[in-house]
Nanobody, 121 residues
């Protein structure tokens, strides 16, 4: 059974940094695009950043220059380095991965349960 597990969230002051990690576990044939999304309090989930297997990246305008997404294909793991954090970055951050589990051999999206990031002013 494939699972995505996020870690690294917490409370930080404005201007600080956090690094989120998301590891995909289980019997996985291949992982394709991975990414981070977030849901601020009272708002809808939004894209933060994505990264392809070939390391091409895409960022939301609001985080460009402050956040960096990276991945380790051998470990099926994706990271999000968040610098210069702002109170507006407060949200639950969710990991997403598009992958093929060996059990089904069918490409589909998986989501983690989320990790809370709180930025105080």
């Amino acid at each position: 059974q494939v699972q995505l597990v996020e870690s690294g969230g917490g409370l930080v002051q404005a201007g600080g940094s956090l690094r989120l990690t998301c590891a995909a576990s289980g019997s996985i044939l291949r992982t394709y695009e991975m990414g981070w999304y977030r849901q601020p309090p009272g708002k809808q989930r939004e894209l933060v950043a994505t990264i392809t297997r070939g390391m091409s990246t895409n960022y939301a305008d609001s985080v460009k220059g402050r956040f960096t997404i990276s991945r380790d294909n051998a470990k099926n793991t994706v990271y999000l380095q968040m610098n210069s954090l702002e109170p507006e970055d407060t949200a639950v951050y969710y990991c997403n991965a598009r992958l093929i589990p060996i059990a089904t051999m069918t490409l589909r999206d998986y989501w983690g349960k989320g990790t809370l990031v709180t930025v105080s002013s």
